[in-house]
């Protein structure tokens, strides 16, 4: 019997977190051995949304056994792809039933009214292996890297860069949620025109940026946000900031850079690169052995600077993108 006939596809919501725990925690040992990623406390989120039964999505029974989902979340008039996963006999099988998951779920989505952006980043697999059902429904696709950068164990024998001296009309600090509202302000205006915010539209708006950062620090989704290991920098002389790193912690010695970002008229002046280089030596001295990453490929200064500062490529993955919004439709052409 071939897989597409032994399996059924099932809406989300018919199922309980208790039933889709063992499939989940599969996926955790997954993130860690794949991203050296603690996905626990993402899961234990994702299970108490399952058991309030609204998430859109599907399962895949194999036999009547659990062995794959999906799920989407909604943000207003967009969808954005949070997960899938599934176990197969193979890796081919696996792969069977998370094409057939996806494709359910961007049916309903196509067939969603009031759905007129879907986006989604596969972060887990490699770019490529889930493109085929997004390509077939007219996403485009947008590699990305995961980097990671080791901390030595020795000394390292080339000799240091000379450190680069902040200009003394800025102050370097902590972050604080005093912070919250001017470094909204500032993603937004950093990523003007920029390809990420076409990946990520949150960053097109002040109100989606401020949004990107409560999920950053509020919730687990991108690791434990480290207030400690996050930083600001602001312009003594107008009282602006300038730039922000935002740090997780992912596992416990590995931290994720979840923001960098400097204000236009800031750059190439070295700040992303002192920025850079205080995080990870702060993260050094607090006892973390790994920091990542993630940048659009395409974003080749932001590439170039980490790669510069010792990180490496460990990963590609895609970013996915479908838009058909008013503006999106009116720019193509496609309204009357
Ligand atoms: C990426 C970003 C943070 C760099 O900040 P910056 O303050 O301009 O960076 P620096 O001046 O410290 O430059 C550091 C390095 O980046 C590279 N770089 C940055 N801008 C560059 C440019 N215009 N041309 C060539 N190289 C450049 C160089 O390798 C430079 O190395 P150097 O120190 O030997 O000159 C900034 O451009 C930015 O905020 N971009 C928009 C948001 C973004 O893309 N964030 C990263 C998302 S993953």
């Known amino acids: 019997m071939t897989v597409a006939n032994q399996l059924e596809i099932l809406d989300l919501r018919h199922f309980s977190a208790r039933q889709l725990r ?54 207003g008039h967009k969808a954005v792809v949070g997960d899938v996963y599934a176990v197969g006999s193979d890796p081919v099988h696996s792969q069977q039933i998370t094409e057939r998951l996806l494709r359910h779920l961007l049916e309903l989505l196509r067939h969603s009214p009031d759905v007129d952006r879907i986006e989604s980043q596969m972060l887990l697999y490699e770019t490529g292996s889930m493109s085929k059902s997004f390509l077939e429904e007219g996403f485009s696709i947008h590699p990305r890297l995961f980097m990671e950068f080791d901390q030595p164990e020795s000394v390292p024998t080339s000799p240091p860069r000379t450190p680069r001296i902040l200009p003394e009309y800025m102050e370097l600090s902590r972050w604080t949620s005093t912070s919250y509202q001017p470094a909204a302000e500032l993603i937004h205006a950093a990523y003007a025109n920029h390809i990420d915010a076409s990946i990520n539209d949150q960053y097109r708006t002040l109100h989606g940026s401020l949004r990107f950062l409560h999920n950053i620090v509020r919730f687990p989704g991108c690791g434990v946000f480290e207030a400690n290991s996050s930083w ?65 490929e395409a974003n080749a200064l932001a590439v170039k600077l980490y790669e510069s500062l010792g990180f490496t490529v460990h990963h ?21």
């Not at 603690?38 to 029974?61: K, T």
């Not at 008013?326 to 009357?336: E, H, K, M, V, Y």
């Open 22 to 75: 063992p499939l989940l925690e599969d996926e955790a040992r997954l993130w860690k051995m794949r991203l050296r990623w603690n996905y626990e406390s993402s899961i234990e989120l994702l299970l108490q949304y399952l058991d309030s039964r609204i998430l859109p999505g599907f399962v895949a029974l194999d036999r009547g056994r659990v062995c794959g989902f999906t799920f989407c979340v909604y943000e």
């Open 232 to 296: 600001v920098l602001r312009d003594k002389r107008i009282d602006m900031l300038a730039g922000m790193l935002l740090c997780s912690r992912v596992a416990p010695d590995v931290a994720h850079i979840t923001q960098l970002c400097v204000a236009a008229p800031y750059r190439r002046h070295g700040l992303g690169r002192i920025l850079m280089e205080h995080c990870i030596e702060n993260l050094s001295g607090d006892g973390f052995s790994a920091i990542t990453l993630t940048v659009t």
């Open 316 to 336: 590609r993955f895609d970013a996915m993108v479908k838009d058909a919004s008013p503006t999106r439709r009116d720019s193509l052409g496609l309204l009357g």
